[in-house]
């Protein structure tokens, strides 16, 4: 096949429609015929920056009684949840809505978003998101904004140093263009607002067109509409790597860094062809400040800026404006978004020079996670079969260690019955006798910095990545393996500064292995008492004997055909296990017949599995019947007969099958499970 073949096989691919759209230039009459069809294209940066959040969706569910609505662009959907956030939607409502207040000019849009919180709570990942979801809105029809640039004749490229075409340095709305003491008036008689929308153009052109402006003005004596001739509106692409639209800014050394990093600086060279260092076409508008005009510019570690960068940061904020070198301030439309930790905030509100900052700023709070399943999400977004190549990660793994995660961010409860992993079961929708969820909304109340102290989410991902590279770990990795991992890092933990937190961190992967052992010890029980038929035949005995003791009649035994007295032993020893004492098991009985009878009136057939209390208890009762005849405890000692091994290896199959484990995760449950059986320890 021929490269020219080839060539045009993959220009084939190309949506030539789609390219001519993103790259549309016209004249300025044309961009406001386009601005009267849809006046949403001059929205300002906090304006798009909301729709742009709205535009992917959102959810609403209830938690703890409070209505929570979930924004689904931070769920990340588009890139398959690659910077998804997990656990944090109360924190994003309020970000919201502080984008909702200042996209409606409510005073907010003069202010610093300021994202605290410890490290590794997501920071930086939002403030990612929103560059990067703001980047792709501008790239649809929906998100579509548009800028211009100065096409001149040969005559007068005498302005432009002989070049045919000046972009707008900072890329601003075309509708600056029409002079500020006519533009309300002039929005108002074109039409260009519908559906309750409105266009706000705030400000003056940035110094090197406003001078172009002048200029020609006074070529045509005045006459605005051959001025703007010669301009030609195009739409704009933001883009971080491109520097359009989108800043980033991060603290360095001080003695390599000033500020005009962020309000750009003199052009030297151009000096000889303008003759003046004070002339704004010799300035080069390449700060951050004027590449994130009409989008967003983030401060990395915000408050390790020095004090020369906060005079123009706090300008920027509360005046929309920035000074650059040797011109007047010059307006911009962006939104600043900052983040910093614990440590800095701190220090900040230590620092009272530093007020005028914290007076500008809407502080964030982003803590750590505090709900199990949510943490989970985290580590299983990284550690999946479909990452994970080759090796097996054991169940409850990424469990057990999100678990221990949780634990040391929450609070110890100020009452006293409940203990920290009731709590964490409570704040992951679990239900405990004897708590609501007014209880759970009062426990989260009580604790004021919850979330905010902790094990972060990059300490477990490391350890998780050290086993897996293991030597133990090249085939699979389990529960204790991470553990063990997660214990031996605390003693080089760079965040622990003190034995006591040391201790209470070790004490809480104490409470963790016990929940472990507790989980498997069930999953064990479950897979050797997971004969339906079994299951069926004593309920089906136990309802005979319970029938016939609340009717005070006999029951006939299925092998001597003799009528005996109910079998007091057998309905004792299944009740038993779900704890209904003496004094309390003919009502339970009772119970038990007055429902078989309420589904008997309604033409429905009694099924043990829909009574959660007695399926428990038949289960527990089959366990006990069944696990001296599988021997279990054999597997300590290492000898088996025949017979114990095919009862083993059902059991295996059924741990496989029904809790997600592989042949040697499963047979290293067994292993530790008979263990117990070996110690006594069993219920």
């Given at each position: 096949m021929s490269s020219v073949s080839l060539v045009d096989r993959v220009a084939a691919l190309q949506d030539q429609k789609r390219y001519e759209d993103l790259h549309w230039s016209g004249t300025f009459e044309e961009y406001l015929e386009l601005v009267r069809r849809n006046p949403r294209v001059a929205r300002t940066a906090y304006e798009r920056l909301y729709d742009m959040v709205l535009s992917h969706g959102t959810e609403e569910y209830v938690d703890s009684k409070k209505k929570i609505t979930r924004y689904r662009f931070f769920q990340d959907e588009v890139h398959e949840g690659r910077d998804a956030i997990f656990g944090l939607d109360i924190p994003l409502m309020r970000l919201v809505s502080v984008l909702k207040a200042a996209a409606l000019r409510y005073g907010t849009e003069r202010r610093i978003i300021l994202l605290h919180g410890p490290v590794g709570s997501s920071k930086s990942t939002i403030?990612?998101?929103?560059?990067?979801?703001?980047?792709?809105?501008?790239?649809?029809?929906?998100?579509?904004?548009?800028?211009?640039?100065?096409?001149?004749?040969?005559?007068?490229?005498?302005?432009?140093?002989?070049?045919?075409?000046f972009s707008s340095p900072m890329n601003e709305e075309p509708l600056k263009l029409i002079p500020a003491d006519v533009r309300e008036q002039a929005i108002t008689s074109l039409g260009l607002e519908s559906d309750g929308f409105r266009p706000y153009i705030r400000g003056n052109l940035n110094p090197a067109c406003r001078f172009i402006f002048r200029e020609l003005m006074l070529h045509y004596k005045g006459d605005w509409s051959k001025a703007v001739r010669h301009v030609r509106v195009k739409r704009l692409l933001l883009s971080e790597e491109d520097r359009i639209g989108i800043g980033t800014f991060q603290p360095k050394d001080e003695k390599n860094q000033d500020s005009t990093e962020l309000t750009g600086d003199i052009n030297y060279r151009r000096i000889a062809e303008y003759g003046s260092d004070t002339d704004p076409r010799a300035f080069n508008f390449d700060g951050e400040f004027n590449v994130a005009n009409r989008g967003v510019i983030e401060f990395v570690e915000i408050l390790k800026l020095d004090v020369a960068f906060l005079y123009d940061l706090l300008g920027a904020t509360q005046e929309q404006k920035i000074k650059p070198k040797k011109f007047a301030q010059t307006d911009i439309d962006e939104v600043i978004i900052g983040h910093t930790n614990e440590a800095e905030y701190n220090r900040l509100l230590e620092n009272k020079f530093m007020e005028a900052l914290r007076d500008r700023t809407v502080k964030i709070d982003v803590p750590y996670i505090t709900k199990l399943s949510e943490e989970i999400k985290i580590y299983a977004k990284d550690y999946n079969p479909k990452k994970v190549r080759g090796r097996f990660i054991a169940p409850h793994t990424l469990e057990m260690a999100a678990m221990w995660a949780i634990l040391t961010r929450l609070e110890d409860p100020k009452k006293h019955q409940l203990s920290l992993l009731q709590k964490l079961k409570l704040f992951d929708g679990k239900t405990l006798p004897g708590f609501t969820q007014d209880s759970v909304k009062e426990l989260r109340k009580e604790a004021v910095r919850e979330g905010m102290e902790g094990i972060s989410p990059r300490y477990i991902q490391d350890k998780i990545a050290?086993?897996?590279?293991?030597?133990?770990?090249?085939?699979?990795?389990?529960?204790?393996?991470?553990?063990?991992?997660?214990?031996?890092?605390?003693?080089?933990?760079?965040?622990?500064?003190?034995d006591d937190q040391r201790k209470r961190y070790t004490e809480l992967?104490?409470?963790?292995k016990q929940e472990y052992e507790d989980i498997v010890k069930n999953e064990v029980?479950?897979?050797?008492?997971?004969?339906?038929?079994?299951?069926?035949?004593?309920?089906?005995?136990?309802?005979?004997?319970?029938?016939?003791?609340?009717?005070?009649?006999?029951?006939?035994?299925?092998?001597?055909?003799?009528?005996?007295?109910?079998?007091?032993?057998?309905?004792?020893?299944?009740?038993?296990?779900?704890?209904?004492?003496?004094?309390?098991?003919?009502?339970?009985?009772?119970?038990?017949?007055?429902?078989?009878?309420?589904?008997?009136?309604?033409?429905?057939?009694?099924?043990?599995?829909?009574?959660?209390?007695?399926?428990?208890?038949?289960?527990?009762?089959?366990?006990e019947d069944q696990k001296d005849s599988i021997k279990l405890t054999s597997l300590v000692s290492q000898v088996v007969d025949r017979e114990a091994q095919e009862k083993i290896d059902v059991v295996k199959q059924r741990l496989i099958r029904n809790y997600g484990y592989d042949e040697i995760s499963a047979s290293d449950v067994l292993t530790y499970v008979a263990s117990i059986f070996a110690r006594g320890e069993m219920k």
């Open positions: 403030a990612r998101l929103l560059k990067k979801g703001l980047e792709e809105y501008s790239r649809t029809p929906e998100g579509a904004l548009y800028t211009y640039e100065w096409t001149l004749p040969e005559g007068l490229r005498y302005l432009t140093a002989g070049q045919e075409s050290n086993c897996l590279v293991s030597e133990r770990g090249q085939m699979s990795i389990n529960p204790f393996m991470v553990l063990n991992e997660l214990e031996g890092g605390l003693r080089s933990h760079s965040l622990i500064n003190n992967l104490a409470v963790v029980q479950r897979a050797i008492s997971a004969d339906a038929d079994a299951i069926a035949r004593l309920c089906g005995n136990y309802i005979d004997n319970v029938k016939a003791y609340t009717q005070r009649e006999k029951v006939k035994n299925p092998y001597t055909g003799q009528d005996e007295e109910p079998d007091e032993r057998l309905m004792r020893s299944i009740e038993t296990k779900i704890d209904i004492p003496e004094s309390r098991k003919d009502d339970f009985r009772r119970e038990i017949m007055n429902y078989i009878g309420a589904l008997a009136i309604e033409g429905k057939q009694f099924d043990y599995r829909t009574n959660e209390r007695l399926y428990k208890a038949l289960e527990l009762k089959l366990f």
